[in-house]
Protein backbone atom coordinates (compact mmCIF):
# COMPACT_ATOMS: atom_id res chain seq x y z
CA UNK A 1 0.00 0.00 0.00
CA UNK A 2 1.23 3.34 -1.00
CA UNK A 3 2.17 5.81 1.82
CA UNK A 4 -0.52 8.44 3.22
CA UNK A 5 -0.16 11.63 1.53
CA UNK A 6 -1.51 15.16 2.51
CA UNK A 7 -3.75 16.03 -0.46
CA UNK A 8 -5.57 20.22 -0.82
CA UNK A 9 -8.04 20.41 -2.61
CA UNK A 10 -8.60 24.15 -3.66
CA UNK A 11 -11.37 25.29 -4.62
CA UNK A 12 -15.03 23.29 -4.40
CA UNK A 13 -16.47 24.16 -8.01
CA UNK A 14 -17.31 21.82 -10.31
CA UNK A 15 -13.62 20.50 -10.66
CA UNK A 16 -12.71 20.44 -7.01
CA UNK A 17 -15.74 18.38 -5.94
CA UNK A 18 -14.94 15.94 -8.86
CA UNK A 19 -11.39 15.57 -7.53
CA UNK A 20 -12.70 15.08 -4.03
CA UNK A 21 -15.07 12.70 -4.94
CA UNK A 22 -12.29 10.38 -6.81
CA UNK A 23 -10.07 10.80 -4.00
CA UNK A 24 -12.37 10.60 -0.79
CA UNK A 25 -12.45 6.33 -0.83
CA UNK A 26 -8.32 6.46 -0.61
CA UNK A 27 -6.71 6.29 2.60
CA UNK A 28 -4.72 10.23 2.32
CA UNK A 29 -5.69 13.07 4.25
CA UNK A 30 -8.00 15.37 2.23
CA UNK A 31 -8.50 18.90 3.01
CA UNK A 32 -11.03 21.41 1.14
CA UNK A 33 -10.04 25.24 0.41
CA UNK A 34 -13.28 27.50 -0.75
CA UNK A 35 -12.67 31.22 -0.47
CA UNK A 36 -16.26 31.53 -0.78
CA UNK A 37 -18.87 31.32 2.61
CA UNK A 38 -20.67 28.38 1.06
CA UNK A 39 -19.47 25.44 -1.11
CA UNK A 40 -20.23 24.20 -4.91
CA UNK A 41 -19.89 27.12 -6.84
CA UNK A 42 -22.61 26.81 -9.92
CA UNK A 43 -24.32 24.27 -7.62
CA UNK A 44 -26.28 26.53 -5.41
CA UNK A 45 -30.18 26.74 -4.37
CA UNK A 46 -32.10 29.52 -3.39
CA UNK A 47 -35.57 29.16 -1.18
CA UNK A 48 -37.92 31.32 -2.58
CA UNK A 49 -40.77 31.09 -0.05
CA UNK A 50 -44.60 32.53 -0.75
CA UNK A 51 -47.63 32.04 1.75
CA UNK A 52 -45.50 30.60 4.09
CA UNK A 53 -44.20 27.73 2.07
CA UNK A 54 -40.63 27.41 0.51
CA UNK A 55 -38.99 25.58 -2.50
CA UNK A 56 -35.45 25.42 -3.03
CA UNK A 57 -34.47 26.48 -6.37
CA UNK A 58 -31.18 25.52 -8.23
CA UNK A 59 -29.10 28.33 -10.78
CA UNK A 60 -26.84 25.60 -12.74
CA UNK A 61 -26.81 22.16 -13.12
CA UNK A 62 -30.62 22.05 -13.13
CA UNK A 63 -31.55 19.00 -14.75
CA UNK A 64 -29.72 15.36 -15.58
CA UNK A 65 -30.50 12.44 -17.66
CA UNK A 66 -29.08 8.81 -16.34
CA UNK A 67 -28.73 7.11 -19.49
CA UNK A 68 -26.67 10.23 -21.08
CA UNK A 69 -24.91 11.02 -17.91
CA UNK A 70 -23.20 7.42 -17.45
CA UNK A 71 -22.44 6.71 -21.00
CA UNK A 72 -19.54 7.73 -22.75
CA UNK A 73 -20.09 8.82 -26.79
CA UNK A 74 -17.45 7.26 -29.02
CA UNK A 75 -14.76 9.17 -30.19
CA UNK A 76 -15.78 11.88 -32.85
CA UNK A 77 -12.94 10.89 -35.24
CA UNK A 78 -15.90 8.11 -35.98
CA UNK A 79 -18.41 10.49 -37.11
CA UNK A 80 -16.00 13.04 -39.32
CA UNK A 81 -14.82 11.92 -43.08
CA UNK A 82 -11.78 9.74 -42.71
CA UNK A 83 -10.66 11.17 -46.04
CA UNK A 84 -10.69 14.81 -44.80
CA UNK A 85 -7.82 14.43 -41.94
CA UNK A 86 -8.21 18.51 -41.41
CA UNK A 87 -12.14 18.21 -40.54
CA UNK A 88 -11.72 17.93 -37.09
CA UNK A 89 -9.10 21.32 -37.01
CA UNK A 90 -12.59 23.22 -38.87
CA UNK A 91 -14.51 25.97 -36.67
CA UNK A 92 -18.47 25.17 -36.38
CA UNK A 93 -18.73 28.08 -39.01
CA UNK A 94 -16.12 26.78 -41.71
CA UNK A 95 -17.84 22.93 -41.26
CA UNK A 96 -21.18 24.35 -41.96
CA UNK A 97 -19.88 26.65 -44.63
CA UNK A 98 -18.07 23.48 -46.43
CA UNK A 99 -20.70 21.52 -46.36
CA UNK A 100 -23.24 23.95 -47.84
CA UNK A 101 -25.95 24.06 -44.19
CA UNK A 102 -28.20 26.87 -44.02
CA UNK A 103 -28.13 30.16 -42.31
CA UNK A 104 -31.05 29.14 -41.03
CA UNK A 105 -30.07 25.90 -39.00
CA UNK A 106 -26.90 27.90 -38.28
CA UNK A 107 -28.36 30.59 -36.25
CA UNK A 108 -32.08 28.87 -35.63
CA UNK A 109 -31.14 25.64 -34.09
CA UNK A 110 -27.34 24.92 -33.86
CA UNK A 111 -26.06 27.85 -32.70
CA UNK A 112 -28.51 28.30 -29.77
CA UNK A 113 -28.27 24.69 -29.03
CA UNK A 114 -24.19 25.25 -28.32
CA UNK A 115 -24.50 28.24 -26.85
CA UNK A 116 -26.68 26.84 -24.31
CA UNK A 117 -24.94 24.04 -23.74
CA UNK A 118 -21.70 25.62 -23.38
CA UNK A 119 -22.78 28.91 -21.95
CA UNK A 120 -20.55 30.93 -23.98
CA UNK A 121 -21.17 33.57 -26.56
CA UNK A 122 -22.28 32.43 -29.77
CA UNK A 123 -19.94 34.10 -32.02
CA UNK A 124 -16.87 32.84 -30.30
CA UNK A 125 -18.71 29.25 -30.66
CA UNK A 126 -19.08 29.61 -34.42
CA UNK A 127 -15.34 30.76 -35.22
CA UNK A 128 -13.90 29.28 -32.42
CA UNK A 129 -15.27 25.93 -31.81
CA UNK A 130 -13.96 22.69 -33.26
CA UNK A 131 -15.96 20.67 -35.58
CA UNK A 132 -14.77 17.36 -33.77
CA UNK A 133 -15.71 19.23 -29.94
CA UNK A 134 -19.58 19.53 -31.27
CA UNK A 135 -19.98 16.11 -32.75
CA UNK A 136 -18.50 14.18 -29.99
CA UNK A 137 -20.96 16.76 -27.71
CA UNK A 138 -24.05 16.13 -29.75
CA UNK A 139 -23.53 12.29 -30.13
CA UNK A 140 -22.62 11.86 -26.32
CA UNK A 141 -25.49 13.96 -25.10
CA UNK A 142 -27.75 11.68 -27.74
CA UNK A 143 -28.82 14.63 -29.65
CA UNK A 144 -28.27 13.14 -33.05
CA UNK A 145 -30.38 10.07 -32.77
CA UNK A 146 -33.82 9.46 -31.60
CA UNK A 147 -34.73 13.09 -31.92
CA UNK A 148 -38.01 12.50 -31.94
CA UNK A 149 -38.48 10.22 -29.17
CA UNK A 150 -36.27 12.20 -26.97
CA UNK A 151 -35.38 11.36 -23.58
CA UNK A 152 -36.64 12.28 -19.87
CA UNK A 153 -34.57 14.52 -17.84
CA UNK A 154 -34.48 14.72 -13.89
CA UNK A 155 -33.64 16.72 -11.55
CA UNK A 156 -32.57 16.29 -8.05
CA UNK A 157 -35.10 16.68 -4.72
CA UNK A 158 -33.90 19.49 -2.90
CA UNK A 159 -31.44 20.81 -5.59
CA UNK A 160 -27.82 20.04 -6.87
CA UNK A 161 -26.42 21.34 -3.46
CA UNK A 162 -27.26 17.85 -2.16
CA UNK A 163 -24.52 15.78 -3.85
CA UNK A 164 -22.21 18.60 -2.53
CA UNK A 165 -23.28 17.89 0.72
CA UNK A 166 -23.06 13.96 -0.07
CA UNK A 167 -19.45 14.41 -1.26
CA UNK A 168 -18.19 16.46 1.72
CA UNK A 169 -19.91 14.27 4.38
CA UNK A 170 -16.91 11.96 4.58
CA UNK A 171 -14.47 14.95 5.26
CA UNK A 172 -13.65 15.75 8.65
CA UNK A 173 -14.98 19.07 9.94
CA UNK A 174 -11.50 20.38 10.57
CA UNK A 175 -10.53 19.63 7.07
CA UNK A 176 -13.24 21.60 5.25
CA UNK A 177 -11.80 25.39 5.32
CA UNK A 178 -15.06 27.61 4.08
CA UNK A 179 -14.03 31.40 3.33
CA UNK A 180 -10.37 30.37 3.45
CA UNK A 181 -8.55 31.76 0.81
CA UNK A 182 -5.66 30.07 -0.83
CA UNK A 183 -3.40 32.98 -2.37
CA UNK A 184 -0.76 30.79 -4.40
CA UNK A 185 1.90 27.57 -3.98
CA UNK A 186 1.42 24.03 -5.13
CA UNK A 187 2.42 21.89 -2.32
CA UNK A 188 3.42 25.14 0.59
CA UNK A 189 -0.59 27.21 0.71
CA UNK A 190 -0.11 30.42 1.36
CA UNK A 191 -3.24 31.69 2.65
CA UNK A 192 -4.68 34.97 2.58
CA UNK A 193 -4.86 35.35 6.55
CA UNK A 194 -0.84 35.07 6.35
CA UNK A 195 -0.75 31.09 7.30
CA UNK A 196 1.28 28.49 5.49
CA UNK A 197 -0.09 24.82 5.09
CA UNK A 198 2.65 22.19 3.95
CA UNK A 199 1.00 19.03 1.88
CA UNK A 200 2.36 16.13 -0.46
CA UNK A 201 -0.26 17.55 -3.45
CA UNK A 202 -2.41 19.52 -4.40
CA UNK A 203 -5.44 19.87 -7.29
CA UNK A 204 -6.37 23.34 -8.25
CA UNK A 205 -9.16 24.61 -9.82
CA UNK A 206 -9.60 27.12 -12.72
CA UNK A 207 -7.70 30.13 -10.70
CA UNK A 208 -4.56 27.35 -10.81
CA UNK A 209 -2.04 29.55 -12.87
CA UNK A 210 -2.42 32.57 -10.52
CA UNK A 211 -2.04 30.63 -7.89
CA UNK A 212 1.58 28.64 -9.11
CA UNK A 213 2.67 30.27 -11.96
CA UNK A 214 5.87 31.18 -10.29
CA UNK A 215 6.52 27.46 -10.33
CA UNK A 216 5.84 26.42 -13.45
CA UNK A 217 7.85 26.22 -16.80
CA UNK A 218 6.86 28.00 -19.66
CA UNK A 219 5.10 25.34 -21.20
CA UNK A 220 2.64 24.55 -18.04
CA UNK A 221 2.26 28.43 -17.78
CA UNK A 222 0.84 27.77 -21.87
CA UNK A 223 -1.37 24.81 -20.82
CA UNK A 224 -2.81 26.75 -18.15
CA UNK A 225 -3.20 29.72 -19.78
CA UNK A 226 -5.79 28.17 -22.77
CA UNK A 227 -8.04 27.99 -20.16
CA UNK A 228 -9.75 31.35 -19.64
CA UNK A 229 -12.94 31.56 -16.72
CA UNK A 230 -15.44 33.93 -18.75
CA UNK A 231 -17.58 35.30 -16.04
CA UNK A 232 -22.01 34.90 -16.63
CA UNK A 233 -24.32 36.55 -14.71
CA UNK A 234 -27.04 34.39 -13.43
CA UNK A 235 -30.77 35.39 -12.05
CA UNK A 236 -33.42 34.00 -10.28
CA UNK A 237 -36.84 35.68 -10.92
CA UNK A 238 -40.38 36.37 -11.66
CA UNK A 239 -40.20 38.25 -14.85
CA UNK A 240 -42.13 36.60 -17.62
CA UNK A 241 -41.46 39.21 -19.99
CA UNK A 242 -37.92 36.76 -20.60
CA UNK A 243 -39.99 34.20 -21.70
CA UNK A 244 -41.69 34.13 -25.17
CA UNK A 245 -44.71 36.10 -25.50
CA UNK A 246 -46.53 33.51 -26.58
CA UNK A 247 -47.49 31.20 -23.32
CA UNK A 248 -47.87 28.47 -25.37
CA UNK A 249 -44.14 28.32 -27.15
CA UNK A 250 -42.63 28.27 -23.26
CA UNK A 251 -40.12 25.44 -22.85
CA UNK A 252 -37.58 24.32 -20.47
CA UNK A 253 -34.66 26.38 -22.23
CA UNK A 254 -35.50 29.84 -23.84
CA UNK A 255 -33.44 31.66 -26.21
CA UNK A 256 -33.29 35.07 -26.87
CA UNK A 257 -30.47 36.77 -29.17
CA UNK A 258 -29.56 40.13 -30.62
CA UNK A 259 -27.88 40.26 -33.91
CA UNK A 260 -24.98 42.31 -35.22
CA UNK A 261 -23.29 42.34 -38.87
CA UNK A 262 -21.32 39.42 -37.68
CA UNK A 263 -23.80 37.39 -35.64
CA UNK A 264 -25.09 36.88 -33.23
CA UNK A 265 -23.78 40.04 -30.70
CA UNK A 266 -25.54 39.32 -27.25
CA UNK A 267 -27.66 36.05 -26.23
CA UNK A 268 -29.30 34.77 -22.94
CA UNK A 269 -31.23 31.83 -22.23
CA UNK A 270 -34.07 31.29 -19.32
CA UNK A 271 -34.78 27.96 -17.77
CA UNK A 272 -38.60 27.45 -16.81
CA UNK A 273 -37.68 25.98 -13.39
CA UNK A 274 -41.50 24.92 -12.97
CA UNK A 275 -41.21 22.57 -15.50
CA UNK A 276 -37.96 21.42 -14.91
CA UNK A 277 -37.73 21.14 -11.43
CA UNK A 278 -41.97 20.35 -11.11
CA UNK A 279 -42.67 23.71 -9.20
CA UNK A 280 -46.31 23.95 -8.88
CA UNK A 281 -46.52 27.33 -10.58
CA UNK A 282 -50.25 28.06 -8.87
CA UNK A 283 -48.38 27.86 -5.45
CA UNK A 284 -44.85 29.07 -5.84
CA UNK A 285 -45.93 31.07 -9.23
CA UNK A 286 -43.84 31.60 -12.55
CA UNK A 287 -39.67 30.47 -11.59
CA UNK A 288 -37.08 31.11 -13.79
CA UNK A 289 -33.32 31.32 -14.39
CA UNK A 290 -32.16 33.65 -17.17
CA UNK A 291 -28.49 33.79 -17.87
CA UNK A 292 -26.48 37.06 -18.80
CA UNK A 293 -30.22 39.24 -19.65
CA UNK A 294 -30.09 41.45 -22.11
CA UNK A 295 -32.51 43.59 -19.46
CA UNK A 296 -32.30 43.01 -15.96
CA UNK A 297 -35.67 41.89 -14.79
CA UNK A 298 -37.70 43.66 -12.68
CA UNK A 299 -36.21 44.27 -9.42
CA UNK A 300 -38.96 43.38 -7.36
CA UNK A 301 -38.97 40.11 -8.98
CA UNK A 302 -36.12 38.94 -8.33
CA UNK A 303 -34.83 36.50 -5.87
CA UNK A 304 -31.01 36.33 -6.07
CA UNK A 305 -28.29 37.06 -8.29
CA UNK A 306 -24.40 35.39 -8.77
CA UNK A 307 -21.57 35.83 -11.33
CA UNK A 308 -20.42 32.32 -11.93
CA UNK A 309 -16.88 31.77 -13.81
CA UNK A 310 -17.41 29.26 -16.85
CA UNK A 311 -14.01 27.34 -18.04
Request: glycine share 8%; with cysteine.
Amino acid sequence: MSARKRVAVVGSGTSGMGALYALQHTQHELHLFEANERLGGHAHIVLVERDGLEVGCDFAFVGFNPVIYLLTGPSSEEYLNPTEPDAKLETIDEYLYRNCHSIRFRDDYLVPMTDLLWSTSPNKVRRDFPTNTLVWFLWNHHLLINVAKGYDWLSIQGGTAKYVDAIVRGLPTENVHIGTSVTCGTVLLELANGNVESFDHAVHGPQALKMISPQLTQQGIETLGAFKPHRKEVVLHADTDHMPKDRSMWSCWNYKAESDTEGFDKASVTAWLNLVMEIPEKRFGPILVTVDPQEPPREDLVYGSFDFDHP
